[in-house]
């Protein structure tokens, strides 16, 4: 067995809770009950689910469970050992605050609980109370709690930063026929039955925690208890969830981890003061590192997202700093790029000629005397004219910016000819251009964009000892390898669209093939995307893979004949 790695949070309190589930009339129902108001509680008033911190006793109540033992718990929830107290708080919160025992008696066998309702519910507050373990209620009434009807569902923890933090299991179950819930009153002052769509409803006003909004997202997937319960069952390899505290212009924000800043807010603010910002504001001088800050341009639009990320680099030392990528025609952005520099300008790179990322690079030398570095472009379509280097920089080249500071040059073709990376060596950061942008993918535009050459180039990028990757357009992108194996996935996938659809209907022209390979893609999108399927036909083709027949309009694409 492997052994289990995971470590809680030293400020965080454990805790366990559940989503009851059952079929409504709509659909799938799931249990929520609304919070006391208590002043200074970011909980109060919240709709939630029941739950609540795993007390000391709950280890005592593994005698009158019925189901996986503490081991096999403890493997489902990645933990050493304990993995069934959490089950054991489960469902010992959920009787507590809203009445519902899943249970059964001593013998595993179904429990009738009608007849006990009248004594059973009094001893809620008394276990509410910590006046008696549950393991004492337990043989009181000869029951055992039935862990066999629980399904690992997730696991989060509580921002860092947060006053009260908690590192929470999270398990569904279907509610227990014939028993009907209750508000304690005390923690649950309302209980509500809700589909995911209704407790999600912006007209219903439910105060929901981030942790509460994303559960009912993923709940609302289904529609039967049973399949959300399935699905549960089967999760492996559960992920710990943690949000994060960023700013915006507007105050505080809680990001989730599949948003794109969370990484680099962690990365800029592990302790969660909350002072980070998760917004790319042009302008704005951000410090990423004791060697880099980043810049972003004022040309925010569908091709280049929020702008074009200018990067200075430089050596701890304070020696010159280093300009990639000086982006758009812009006097104000090449001002912004002058003042932010903490020494003098003394270099400036290109990833590639494209007309958001060089075309400052004259007037910013013009300014600082700074010379300029870069490769030309094998095709003049779409590159900015003006862009001439001092020298054309070679695959490997190192750039030493100052005795603790290199850039090594990687060539990355496909996106562009020209298109160089950069690579931080101290810091393993990869300052990708155009090659690899955060939240989207690159358009591939023959004549001098290649396929073929951009999947090669990535997987070369597959051999590079990488942390980070800091994009052309976005935040910092963490897991590099990662994010590359989806890259190459993706356009492998796309590829085999492309022959699918045209086992279907060729010989096919490409405007008859786009909606079909793309239909995933807004249609708005589809003239850019009417590139990188030429790129995609243009590579298989040059693999053997199809044939082009025709020119101009009557060009059309088919599967190779037959042998």
């Known amino acids: ?72 718990w403890s493997r489902r929830l990645g933990l050493a050992e304990g993995g069934l107290d959490y089950a054991v708080a489960a469902l010992r919160e959920c009787f507590e605050e809203v009445g519902l025992l899943i249970a059964c008696d001593d013998q595993g066998g179904p429990l009738d609980t009608a007849p006990l309702v009248q004594t059973l519910h009094p001893w809620r507050e008394r276990l ?5 373990p549950v393991a004492a209620f337990c043989r009181h009434f000869s029951l055992c709690l039935d862990t066999r009807g629980l399904a690992y569902y997730s696991h989060w923890l509580t921002p860092p930063g947060v006053p009260k933090r908690f590192d929470t299991r999270f398990f569904c ?13 005390g923690e649950a002052v309302e209980l509500m039955w809700l589909t995911p769509k209704d407790a999600l409803d912006p007209q219903r006003g439910l105060k929901l925690l981030p942790v509460t909004r994303r559960t009912l997202q993923d709940l609302a997937r289904f529609d039967k208890a049973q399949a959300a319960f399935d699905e549960a069952r089967q999760r492996r390899d559960i992920p710990l969830t943690m949000p994060r505290v960023a700013s915006t212009r507007k105050g505080p924000r809680i990001l989730l981890p599949d948003e794109l800043p969370w990484a680099e807010v962690g990365r800029l603010d592990p302790t969660g003061c909350g002072d980070v910002s998760c ?18 341009a004022p040309n925010p639009g569908p091709m280049t997202g929020p702008g074009t990320n200018s990067y200075l680099v430089g050596d701890p030392d304070g020696s010159g700093w280093t300009v990639i990528d000086p982006g758009p025609p812009s006097e104000e952005h090449l001002q912004a790029l002058i003042a932010a520099a903490p020494g003098p300008i003394v270099r400036i790179l290109a990833t590639h000629t494209h007309m958001d990322h060089s075309p400052n690079a004259a007037p910013l030398s013009q300014a600082t005397g700074a010379p300029v570095y870069g490769r030309l472009a094998a095709f003049p379509q ?36 020209n298109h160089l990376c950069y690579l931080l060596e101290e810091e393993k950061t990869l300052f990708t251009g155009d090659h690899v942008m955060q939240g989207s993918t690159v358009v591939i535009n023959p004549p001098d964009g290649d396929m073929s050459a951009y999947l090669d180039a990535l997987r070369g990028l597959l051999d590079e000892d990488l942390d980070w990757l800091a994009p052309g357009h976005g935040f910092l992108v963490a897991q590099p390898k990662a994010v590359l194996s989806s890259l190459i996935a993706h356009r492998l996938r796309r590829e085999a669209k492309v022959s699918e659809a045209l086992q279907r209907r060729a010989p096919c022209g490409i405007d008859a093939l786009l909606p079909e390979v793309y239909a995933d893609v807004p249609p708005a ?25 025709g020119e101009g309009s009557e060009e059309t694409w088919a599967l190779p004949r037959p042998m």
Request: charge should be neutral; glycine fraction near 8%.
């Open 279 to 296: 917004e790319l504001l042009p302008g704005r001088a951000v410090r990423l590192s004791q060697r880099i800050l980043r810049v972003t």
């Open 382 to 417: 779409w590159q900015d004219a003006s862009f001439m280097p001092a020298e054309e920089l070679q695959h490997d080249q190192r750039l030493a910016l100052g005795p603790q500071t290199t850039l090594r040059v990687v060539h990355t073709p496909g996106h562009a000819s």
């Open 128 to 132: 509410n109370r910590g006046d008696v």
């Open 525 to 549: 999108l589809h003239p850019m995307a009417r590139r990188s399927l030429l790129a995609h036909l243009l590579k298989l083709q040059k693999d053997g893979a199809v044939r082009r027949e």
């Open 173 to 185: 179950a279907l509610a227990p026929a014939g028993q009907v819930a209750q508000a304690d009153l």
């Open 1 to 72: 067995m492997k052994t289990p790695d995971y470590i809680a949070a030293a400020d965080a309190r454990i805790a366990a809770s559940i989503l009851l589930l059952r079929d409504g009339e709509a659909g799938l129902e799931v249990l929520m009950m609304r919070r006391a108001d208590r002043e200074g509680d970011m909980r109060s008033g919240a709709c939630v689910f029941p739950g609540g911190v795993v007390d000391k006793a709950d280890r005592d109540g593994h005698v009158c469970s019925i189901g996986p033992d503490d081991a096999a």
